[in-house]
């Protein structure tokens, strides 16, 4: 089978274990069901996902004039705490910035190579968890706002790591930290305005099963743009990124933009 189309995150299901979808073109891949089969991927063109036209991807899977105009590409999504639609004060479309800032927002701690800190949407989890390739994650303080999750998470960044290192959790680095007991280390470094969100009582832990066959012993990053062709054996699929028998990785969020081709053996 054949396919071909523009990357774009994958979509997924939580169920007894994480179902992984790819959209390309008018087909959908149930990527689960590949395991253990020859994938080629090939490089075909990019294609803005924005402007839909065939302009080099600068980041996000947009293209360089997108990226810096287009309200859904502001430094507020990498930087939570720069949001103001709450003061009534726009950066790029306030209107979108509302329907998307002043909506509650989680803090959460999640462990993939790590533990670490990281702000979502509250309608995003588990979506937000699953797409870091968290093992297990718990809530900190749920906020009505996103500049409110982002300076709790500037709070915490002295204390706790807020980047995830893809290798070690593509590896599967074992961890028993207790995320209940972290969250009690941190509440004292909440910010005053945010201290009366704090979900104290909450010690739910999501955990999260991944398909994963074989863990990838050296992680190799498959970089199409360099080689623009590769065949190999599937193995696992964790995060936004998929393994392959021979321990090469593709990180389907990081190419979003490209046009590929896919056939399946």
């Known amino acids: 089978m054949t396919y071909q189309g523009v990357l774009k995150k994958m979509p997924t299901e939580n169920l007894e274990q994480v179902h992984y979808y790819l959209e390309l073109g008018t087909d959908f891949l149930h990527m689960n ?7 080629d991927i090939s490089f075909v063109a990019y294609q803005c996902l924005n402007c839909h036209l065939e302009k080099e991807i600068y980041r996000q899977g947009f293209c360089k004039s997108c990226f810096f105009e287009i309200p859904n590409a502001g430094d507020w999504i990498m930087r939570p705490e720069l949001s103001t639609a709450h003061l009534g004060i726009e950066d790029r479309d306030l209107e979108y910035e509302k329907e998307m800032q002043l909506k509650p927002h989680i803090v959460y701690l999640a462990f993939s190579s790590n533990v670490k800190v990281g702000v979502t949407r509250k309608g995003q989890i588990p979506t937000r968890w699953i797409d870091q390739g968290a093992e297990k994650a718990l809530v ?8 409110l999750a982002g300076i709790t998470e500037v709070a915490l960044k002295d204390h706790i790591a807020d980047k995830t290192n893809w290798r070690k959790m593509l590896q599967n680095i074992d961890n028993d930290a207790d995320l209940a007991a972290v969250k009690q280390q941190l509440s004292e470094f909440i910010p005053d305005e945010v201290r009366q969100y704090f979900v104290e009582n909450d010690t739910k832990i999501t955990e999260l099963n991944f398909p994963v066959l074989k863990v990838p012993e050296k992680v190799k990053s498959l970089n199409l743009l360099k080689t623009p062709n590769y065949s190999g054996i599937l193995k696992g699929i964790k995060g936004q990124y998929l393994i392959f028998e021979d321990n090469t990785v593709f990180n389907i969020r990081a190419n ?4 590929v081709h ?3 053996n």
């Open 262 to 264: 896919i056939a399946v």
């Open 256 to 259: 979003e933009g490209l046009v």
């Open 140 to 147: 900190f303080v749920e906020v009505p706002n996103r500049y």
């Open 33 to 39: 069901q590949l395991l253990n089969k020859t994938i």
